[in-house]
């Protein structure tokens, strides 16, 4: 398992606790009871073999391949439940490209971009550090999510930048300390936890197994 992978443990969770039970299923206005039906394991999102099952009979695995490839709009290998209503142009993306990128990030389809939805929007080559610097940036009034209209002005640059050090980004906790995972943030998230691992060591003057500000910033007192 990845190091980094550990700081999204509710996110399905999350996913689930925005859908209400019932035989009749909606959030936020939309029924997603063929979603719900579909999602055999309560995964909170469908596998291929799951979102197949909410197609026409039928297709050939060809077909059935492209139609997957076209719902998986941020390549996870699964369908979530926005992209889903998506698919099925229940939810129409709009013209507007700050638009469109706040729909397809909006997994849950509450209205508002959560952490782990703003950073799985970004490419495995950037670093989480960076991911949260721009979230804490967009995030004015401090609520752990980002509304449309704030994604907007940050994208405009009309939101002042971070002052957070690259040490406290990685410090998801804010206890001063850094575990290997909270390390790990400051790297591409595809970077290998063998190099993290062997990185981290070298800076745990201590071997406490947590690195301190003087130890990843000689000479700085906090």
Do not use: C
């Not at 990030?105 to 991911?131: H, M, N, P, R």
């Not at 752990?144 to 906790?173: C, W």
Request: glycine content about 6%; proline content about 5%; hydrophobic content about 45%.
């Amino acid at each position: 398992m990845k190091f980094r992978a550990m700081i999204r443990p509710a996110f399905a969770i999350a996913i689930l606790a925005a859908i209400p039970s019932g035989p009749v299923l909606a959030v936020d206005g939309y029924d997603i009871s063929a979603f719900t039906s579909a999602d055999l394991d309560v995964s909170g999102s469908l596998s291929n073999a799951e979102f197949n099952t909410t197609l026409e009979p039928g297709l050939s695995r060809k077909a059935l391949a492209k139609s997957f490839r076209r719902a998986d709009l941020n390549r996870n290998g699964s369908i979530q439940v926005n992209e889903f209503l998506i698919f099925r142009r229940v939810i129409i993306l709009p013209k507007n490209p700050l638009e469109r990128w706040f729909h397809r990030a909006d997994t849950s389809i509450d209205g508002a971009v959560s952490f782990d939805e703003f950073a799985a929007s970004f490419k495995a080559k950037v670093a989480l550090v960076s991911i949260r610097r721009d979230f804490l940036r967009a995030d004015r009034n401090e609520s752990g999510t980002v509304t449309l209209l704030e994604y907007s002005n940050f994208r405009r640059g009309l939101t002042p930048p971070s002052r957070l050090a690259v040490f406290d980004l990685a410090d998801f906790d804010g206890d001063g300390l850094l575990t290997v995972p909270e390390f790990g943030h400051a790297y591409a998230q595809s970077t290998s936890d063998a190099l993290i691992l062997e990185r981290f060591v070298k800076l745990d003057d201590n071997r406490d197994g947590v690195l301190t500000t003087s130890e990843w910033s000689p000479g700085v007192v906090r």
